[in-house]
């Protein structure tokens, strides 16, 4: 059973700092696609990073030059590294990943950024 589960999500003061962690249930490898999403309330799912099985990264234009995918193979693992946070950041953070061509997402992670 495919399982993805995020931690380090919390509270913030604007310009802060979090890392986010989603740990996979199998090889990191069997993914060819991870990523981030996130969604603030009253408003649809939003794509925040990309990172695919060769590591090339994509992101979104709102947290360029400030958040950072990577992904640790040796540990299973993928990274969300968000600096010079907002209160426009604030959102449940969700982590996907996708196996065979199909979607799995995790629980999720509260981020609120404080003004």
């Known amino acids: 059973q495919v399982q993805l589960v995020e931690s380090g999500g919390g509270v913030v003061q604007t310009g802060g700092s979090l890392r986010l962690s989603c740990a996979t249930s199998?090889?990191?490898?069997?993914?060819?696609?991870m990523g981030w999403y996130r969604q603030a309330p009253g408003k649809q799912r939003e794509l925040v990073a990309h990172i695919i099985s060769d590591s090339s990264t994509n992101y979104a234009p709102s947290v360029k030059g400030r958040f950072t995918i990577a992904r640790d193979n040796a540990k299973n693992t993928v990274y969300l590294q968000m600096n010079s946070l907002k209160p426009e950041d604030t959102a449940v953070y969700y982590c996907?990943?996708?196996?065979?061509?199909?979607?799995?997402w995790g629980q999720g992670t509260q981020v609120t950024v404080s003004s």
């Open positions: 996907l990943g996708i196996y065979l061509n199909k979607d799995y």
């Open positions: 199998g090889s990191i490898f069997s993914f060819t696609v």
